[in-house]
């Protein structure tokens, strides 16, 4: 089915630890972004990207690396997780962002 | 910069009534996009209905409409014969149109609908 899949969909990490969220879309879509969602905060821009090689920084990007080396593909690290990073993760893409962003199902982080 | 603001923490209605969701959203921008967003229980995100700045006429979507008062920076989400499968978290997002590189969002409105 065409859409956003994110893996894994649920991830328990110990603080310290590295590990990388994997987003890809089927949609041939140049835009792709990652938010966080934490109660009462709505969605946070993490790290966008317009297309494959071009990444920038959004709202809340500290602690994050992003990559877009394909169109397709663009994973978010965690490079020495902390609890602050508990969080739900959210991939998007967009065509050229008018219509909208698609969204894939999260991914629920929990940091100890 | 821009921000989007929803005041309603949390809103309610009675099954097959109106109910009215705010929000604001303030850019230096004079053109841009505006986009209500639904989020149910199962966490995905869902596209409800979008309007062009540009755009004089309020856009809608089968029981969902939008009430966009430009000068007034207000972006209102109006639903209709409010149905139990309405009941979700709503949010309030932006773009602006020259450039849709970043969609910000606002804090979000848990709808509760009663039977």
């Known amino acids: 089915n065409a859409g956003v899949t994110q893996t894994p969909k649920f991830q328990v990490l110990k603080t310290g630890q590295s590990m990388t969220l994997q987003c890809a879309q089927d949609?041939?879509?140049?835009?792709m972004s990652w938010y966080r969602q934490d109660p009462g905060m709505g969605l946070r821009l993490i790290h966008y990207?317009?297309?494959?090689?071009?990444?920038d920084q959004g709202e809340v990007p500290n602690g994050y690396n992003v990559s877009r080396s394909t169109t397709e593909d663009f994973p978010l690290r965690l490079l020495s997780a902390a609890p602050s990073q508990t969080s739900v993760y959210f991939c998007?893409?967009?065509?050229?962002?008018?219509?909208?962003?698609?969204f894939g199902s999260g991914t629920r982080l929990t940091v100890v | 910069a821009q921000t989007v603001t929803q005041s309603q923490p949390e809103m309610s209605v009675q099954e097959a009534e109106t109910v009215t969701l705010s929000c604001t959203y303030d850019?230096?921008?004079?053109?841009?996009?505006l986009f209500w967003y639904k989020q149910p229980p199962s966490r995905q995100m869902i596209l409800v209905i979008r309007?062009?700045?540009?755009?004089?006429q309020n856009a809608t979507e089968n029981r969902f409409s939008v009430n966009f008062q430009k000068a007034a920076k207000s972006f209102s989400l109006k639903i209709s014969d409010s149905q139990l499968g309405d009941a979700a978290m709503y949010f309030c997002?932006?773009?602006?149109?020259?450039?849709?590189?970043?969609?910000?969002f606002g804090t979000g409105t848990r709808l509760q609908v009663f039977p």
């Open positions: 998007a893409s967009s065509f050229q962002g008018a219509n909208g962003y698609t």
């Open positions: 949609m041939n879509h140049e835009y």
């Open positions: 990207s317009v297309g494959a090689g071009i990444t």
């Open positions: 850019t230096s921008e004079s053109d841009y996009y």
């Open positions: 309007q062009e700045a540009y755009k004089q």
């Open positions: 997002a932006g773009s602006r149109s020259y450039n849709t590189d970043k969609l910000i």
